[in-house]
């Protein structure tokens, strides 16, 4: 398993060796040694979600409120997806910038998200499965969302050749300077708190 760390900090790639033969394939795409000696800490998990989505879909950005948040660990089942990672962390050095990850079901390529950060993605194929490891249950009062369109992120949507399908929740979703007015994002000192307290819990 190799592990990438990203610029964003908490943001990691881990790429897994994939074993074909006559049969098809095995892969193990999260694996608990090298995610813990990467990331610091073990991997709490307490939910794992399954999407599926048709080309030109775009989830996102999704992030929750810190502490607890939400860390997750995603990687592509099916298909193949453009994941991005967005740092909405207020104080953080790399707020306000993003990284487009390619994940598909050839390379079984996974992005780690550390509390804090915002996620989105978009499906490049029909019938695209993402698989969602998540740190905490699903809590809809903590959850929020910044538009995946926000001209100030500028994310490389435009590359796509679908027409965008959106959720109404993230169609009406703020812009970044818009959440950071609201006080609804994370703040940087609370995320490096909750992090320090989760390495030394082992």
């Known amino acids: 398993m190799q592990a990438r760390h990203t610029?964003?900090?908490?943001?990691?790639?881990?790429?897994?060796?994939?074993?074909p033969d006559h049969r098809g394939l095995f892969v193990a795409p999260f694996q608990q040694d090298?995610?813990?000696g990467a990331v610091g800490h073990h991997m709490p998990l307490a939910q794992?979600?399954?999407?599926?989505?048709?080309?030109?879909?775009i989830r996102g950005i999704?992030?929750?409120d810190v502490p607890p948040g939400q860390a997750k660990y995603v990687y592509c089942a099916r298909g193949s997806l453009l994941d991005v990672i967005v740092d909405v962390r207020t104080g953080s050095p790399t707020f306000g910038q993003w990284e487009a990850i390619r994940l598909d079901?050839?390379?079984?390529?996974?992005?780690?998200?550390?509390?804090g950060l915002g996620h989105a993605f978009?499906?490049?194929?029909?019938?695209?499965?993402?698989?969602y490891l998540c740190s905490t249950p699903y809590n809809p009062p903590a959850e929020h969302a910044v538009?995946?369109?926000d001209p100030e992120l500028a994310l490389p949507w435009d590359e796509l050749d679908a027409d965008p399908i959106l959720s109404e929740k993230d169609q009406h979703a703020p812009t970044l300077a818009e959440a950071a007015a609201a006080g609804t994002l994370p703040a940087y000192q609370d995320c490096l708190e909750h992090y320090e307290r989760l390495?030394?819990?082992?």
């Open 48 to 57: 794992v979600n399954n999407s599926v989505s048709n080309r030109g879909v």
């Open 199 to 202: 390495r030394s819990a082992g």
């Open 122 to 131: 978009t499906a490049l194929d029909d019938n695209t499965v993402m698989i």
């Open 7 to 19: 610029e964003i900090s908490g943001a990691i790639e881990f790429t897994p060796p994939v074993f």
């Open 62 to 64: 999704h992030f929750a």
């Open 105 to 115: 079901a050839e390379r079984y390529n996974a992005v780690y998200l550390a509390e």
């Open 147 to 149: 538009t995946p369109f």
């Open 34 to 36: 090298p995610f813990t």
